[in-house]
């Protein structure tokens, strides 16, 4: 017995000599072939970007891939693609444009200017703030010397505030043409004249309105101080002037802003020469007015993701005004009112369908950060130009000290683009954004802030074709097409909504689809009405109209009855701060 156990373990055991060196060849191979693997395998993005200011608690990192489709992996990964993907849209065009046009025209009911200007009687006002701003305030202006019968002196403007330009209105606009078209509207005068023959020039009353002051405000509050003294001042004259106003008060409005404001010669010159570079780079162009500066992001009370570094940096920015508290820094980004990072933008850009090969013209101060924050912007957007990369220093030499007339340059840019894009709802983002609508509807996106924030959030839990959906999803009715918000909705200067006009085909196509929903709406209706739907429940800076406060009643006359007396129903405790953001 033992001796054939031992002949059967000896057996086994020169079968498995013989084994050995095959399994070994086996294993050998195998090790070789995952070496092979690991030297081909294609290394990390050099376009991947990890900057320091990353944005909003970090979760809208950029460790994204730029170029990698998502059908090459088998796992959800958020990987950012260079082209822009299939659309079913026209990506420079707004739908429906071309049946929406701008009017302004006076209507049959309006007096012309002879029959209605009181002799004598003279309104001046002082602007506040930066360009955008005292644009508003120009524009006001001459509503408010209408609505008062009075003369109007040409605006003098802010030559004090944050921004520190010391132009005149003649060195920005053209002041003889906005006279001469305004002259059938209101008698516009460049300075107070004497009384009479060799008497004194007429010395205004100072006084401040409550913000959004009406018709009827404006005739109990300021016309019996014109009455009595002959001249009366306005000073900080920004958002004095209602939302709501008869129509041919809107339609002076924009008569004023869309066709007598023009820029000077010089400054329009440049401009053209900007639009013109721009032009021969490539056929289309986005113009984004980008607002990241380091005062800007300290004011918003946003947290970026920096660290202790921006926690640091920013705070002690903050603590210049006295009033700035910042107590719970997600609650402006829950509500949508922090500005979107240079990363964000871009990101929500390539979602709604701009490939790498856009070119991009960047209308911006300061940047926080500087190129590192740049630089996820500039990886899915090479193409990527500001008016100090298009033109030499000496041709812009004659603006560089002149913060309105740079900001002036940029307008126009901005204005001319085939796409305009703003990461923030300040002045100038509005303006454009109303200005756009009158001429033609060009596309002007306006980020969805309030649903973005939340997908940005969680984005990393997603393919980008996901994330890609929901952006376009967010992004109905915050991108320039006509209709997508209710009149009366937020600033007149930005919906613009009386100077615009509908043409008989676009009710056609309005109202008779090849699909119905409901009584009479067709599909391309039903998107406008689900856009508004959105645009309620998303936008936060859309307020409505204007304040409740009673304007109707009369200053006290110790108010209005000493020259250089100010009122201000709502005057802020920091006005720089308010200078600061206006544009």
Not at 59 to 80: M, Q, T
Not at 415 to 443: C, Q, W
Not at 484 to 489: A, K, N
Request: glycine share 6%; proline share 6%.
């Amino acid at each position: 017995m033992a001796f054939h156990f031992q002949r059967r373990r000896l057996h086994y055991y020169h079968r498995f000599r013989f084994l050995l060196p095959l399994i070994s060849t086996i294993s050998g191979a195998l090790l070789i072939l995952f070496a092979l693997l690991l030297v081909l395998a294609p290394s990390p993005s050099p376009l991947d970007v990890n900057h320091l200011h990353q944005p909003r608690h970090q979760h809208s990192s950029s460790s994204f891939n730029v170029g990698v489709d998502d059908d090459a992996i088998g796992v959800p990964v958020f990987r950012v693609p260079s082209h822009g993907g299939r659309s079913d849209r026209d990506i420079w065009t707004s739908r429906n444009s071309n049946f929406y046009c701008g009017c302004s025209n006076a209507t049959h009911k309006f007096p012309n200017v002879d029959e209605i200007t009181r002799p004598n009687k003279y309104l001046a006002i002082a602007t506040s703030g930066g360009l955008n701003q005292q644009r508003t305030g120009i524009t006001d202006a001459v509503v408010a010397a209408r609505i008062l019968n009075a003369s109007l002196v040409v605006p003098k403007l802010d030559q004090k505030s944050f921004w520190k330009d010391a132009s005149n209105f003649s060195e920005i606009f053209d002041v003889d043409w906005f006279i001469s078209f305004l002259s059938k509207d209101v008698k516009i005068i460049k300075q107070l004249p004497r009384r009479g023959k060799g008497g004194k020039t007429w010395t205004p009353s100072t006084m401040r309105v409550p913000r959004k002051c009406s018709e009827r405000c404006y005739q109990n509050r300021v016309l019996p101080v014109l009455l009595k003294r002959h001249a009366v001042q306005l000073n900080k004259f920004d958002y004095r002037l209602a939302n709501k106003l008869s129509t041919d008060l809107q339609k002076l409005r924009c008569r004023v802003n869309y066709h007598a404001l023009k820029f000077t010669d010089p400054i329009q010159k440049m401009a053209k020469k900007l639009v013109h570079r721009m032009r021969m780079r490539s056929k289309h162009y986005i113009a984004l007015h980008l607002r990241y500066e380091p005062d800007m992001l300290a004011f918003s009370g946003c947290y970026y993701g920096g660290g202790d570094k921006e926690r640091k940096e920013l705070g002690a920015i903050r603590r210049r005004w006295k009033t700035l508290h910042i107590s719970n820094p997600d609650k402006p980004r829950r509500h949508g009112r922090c500005p979107l990072t240079p990363e964000e933008v871009g990101l929500m850009l390539r979602a709604l369908g701009y490939g790498s090969d856009v070119h991009i013209y960047v209308a911006s101060g300061e940047v926080y950060g500087g190129e590192e924050t740049l630089a996820p912007l500039k990886a899915l957007f090479p193409n990527f130009y500001s008016k100090d990369t298009i033109a030499t220093k000496e041709e812009l030499e004659p603006f560089y000290s002149f913060s309105s007339r740079m900001a002036a340059l940029d307008f126009i840019v901005c204005d001319e683009s085939d796409v305009f894009v703003t990461n923030n709802n300040g002045n100038m983002a509005k303006i454009l954004a109303g200005r756009r609508r009158y001429f033609g509807h060009k596309p002007t996106i306006r980020p969805n802030a309030k649903k973005l924030y939340r997908l940005f959030l969680s984005k990393e839990n997603m393919t980008w074709g996901a994330f890609a959906s929901s952006v376009r999803t967010y992004q109905r009715g915050f991108m320039g097409e006509p209709n997508e918000v209710r009149p009366g909705r937020g600033s007149f200067h930005e919906n613009p909504h009386t100077c615009i006009c509908e043409d008989s085909q676009a009710k056609v196509k309005r109202d008779v689809g090849p699909r119905k929903y409901g009584k009479g709406i067709s599909e391309t209706r039903r998107d406008e009405v689900e856009s508004d739907a959105q645009n309620l429940e998303d936008d936060p800076e859309w307020p409505d109209t204007d304040d409740d406060e009673d304007q109707s009643g009369p200053l006290d006359n110790d108010m209005f009855n000493r020259t250089g007396v100010d009122y201000d129903a709502g005057s802020s405790e920091e006005p720089e701060l308010e200078e600061m953001l206006s544009d």
